[in-house]
Every structure is written in C-alpha cells, then in structure tokens.
C-alpha cells in the first residue's frame, strides 16, 4: 500500500530556537510552532484554536534557523512526522511526535525587524473566510 508522509505548516514560533552540535559535528535545531486557526460558529461568535508542533531542523537549515528567527516571528516549513520513543527515568515508556524539517521559509522581511537575508520573497498567503461546514467546490 502507498503511503505520504508531509507536512507543511505556516505559524510563529513560541520561543526562541535552541541550537545544539551533536557529537559527530552536525547542528540540530529544535523549535516549536504555533498555528491559529479562527473561524465563526453557527451563533456567529469569533471562535479559535492554536496547534502546536514541536520540529527540529537538522544541517545547513538548523544554522539558518537559529541565527536568523527568534520567538514571535513567521516561518512557513515542510516537512515529515516522525515520532520520538525513550524510557523516563521512572521507567515508564514515553513518545513525541514532531516535524522534522526539510525545507523552510523566512516569512518576516529585513524591513520588520529581522536579520534574515532577503532571498527570496515569501508568497502571501490568502486565509479563506469559509465554515467548515460549507460544501467546497471541488
């Protein structure tokens, strides 16, 4: 059976981003996301939800990362699930769930305050005004 396993997530990140060397030399990047989703119940009242996802970055991105983002700032990414197992110290079995990255966008431009390097311009990104509830046409 086939199977697809890819994400892509637009969101700000909740802390800044921690960088670490690993033994052989490499840079890991862990960080989390915020998304926010806002819609209008049946009653009309402003509703929302906030997802959270925990993602590491590995490599050339994990540098990127860590110098040019800090806690508040947009950043578009896609990537895979992927889940993380170990034993805590009281012995019982724990797991995680997170996004590694494989690729990502800068969303904040050097003229709102960031460092980040103007390669290439993010898309902006349209966010429907529909219910959940409507039929779609497609």
Do not use: H
């Amino acid at each position: 059976m086939a199977s697809f396993n890819q994400v892509i997530l637009i969101g700000n990140l909740t802390k800044d981003p921690e960088v670490k060397t690993l033994p052989k030399g490499s840079t890991v990047c862990g960080f989390s996301l915020a998304a926010n989703r806002r819609w209008k119940s049946e009653s009309g009242e402003d509703k929302e939800e906030v997802f959270f996802a925990s993602c590491k970055a590995f490599g050339k991105s994990a540098d990127s990362i860590g110098k040019y983002v800090k806690k508040g700032d947009p950043l578009m990414i896609t990537g895979r699930l992927t889940t993380e197992k170990w034993t805590a110290k009281d012995g019982q079995e724990k797991s995680s769930t997170r996004i590694v990255v494989e690729q990502f966008q800068f969303l904040k431009s050097r003229d709102a305050g960031s460092a980040a390097p103007a390669a290439k311009p993010a898309a902006a990104v349209a966010k429907p005004d529909l219910d959940p509830e409507d039929d779609l046409p497609f």
